[in-house]
């Protein structure tokens, strides 16, 4: 695959992006720029080296769960009635775009949740999954489906993995967060 950088979503082309499905389109055509710079969440964007199309971008924030996520997560947390997640509100590959770059961009989101966790108290990167094909990739990824349904969605799954089983599978694998 050619030499992709993920950056900050700034004067990006975002008008041609297209990845076929429409929630994910028009957010990242039309909303993601304002949101990007208001912090409501923080928006990335894959690129090849030195050109500014996007080819694929994904967002984050934080949020918190009420317990139901795990029973890992509700005895540790129980007590504060709020779980720390950093939620993947999105993400994005355009339909054109190779098929290693959703692994790069994923890899990316969990570098930037370890980072954040070592700075910010956080358990979980979250998300909800659009349908059940797109659950499967996140399962494969060592998301689970939370233990309590109501923190689903209108109908989008909720999925977690912790941030600990992320640090360790790039400790085991020596993928070293930049």
């Known amino acids: 695959m050619e030499e992709i950088v993920i950056e900050p979503l700034r004067d990006h082309t975002r008008g041609a992006f297209c990845c076929d499905l429409k929630p994910i389109d028009n957010f990242f055509r039309i909303n993601a720029l304002k949101s990007h710079k208001s912090y409501a969440q923080r928006v990335f964007v894959a690129c090849r080296a030195g050109c500014p199309t996007p080819l694929g971008f994904y967002a984050l924030t934080t949020m918190t769960f009420k317990p139901g996520m795990s029973d890992e997560a509700d005895k540790k947390f129980g007590r504060f009635a709020a779980i720390p997640t950093i939620y993947l509100t999105m993400i994005g590959r355009d339909k054109n775009a190779s098929k290693g770059l959703g692994l790069t961009m994923m890899l990316n989101a969990f570098?930037?949740?370890?980072?954040?966790?070592?700075?910010?108290?956080?358990?979980?990167?979250?998300?909800?999954?659009?349908?059940?094909?797109?659950?499967?990739?996140?399962?494969?990824?060592?998301?689970?489906?939370?233990?309590?349904?109501?923190?689903?969605?209108?109908?989008?799954?909720?999925?977690?993995?912790?941030?600990?089983?992320?640090?360790?599978?790039f400790a085991e694998t020596s993928i070293v967060p930049q």
């Open 111 to 169: 570098e930037r949740a370890l980072s954040v966790r070592e700075n910010v108290g956080m358990y979980a990167m979250t998300l909800h999954a659009f349908n059940a094909r797109v659950q499967e990739i996140y399962e494969a990824f060592g998301f689970k489906t939370f233990t309590e349904a109501d923190q689903d969605q209108e109908g989008y799954k909720a999925m977690y993995i912790p941030l600990s089983a992320v640090a360790a599978t």
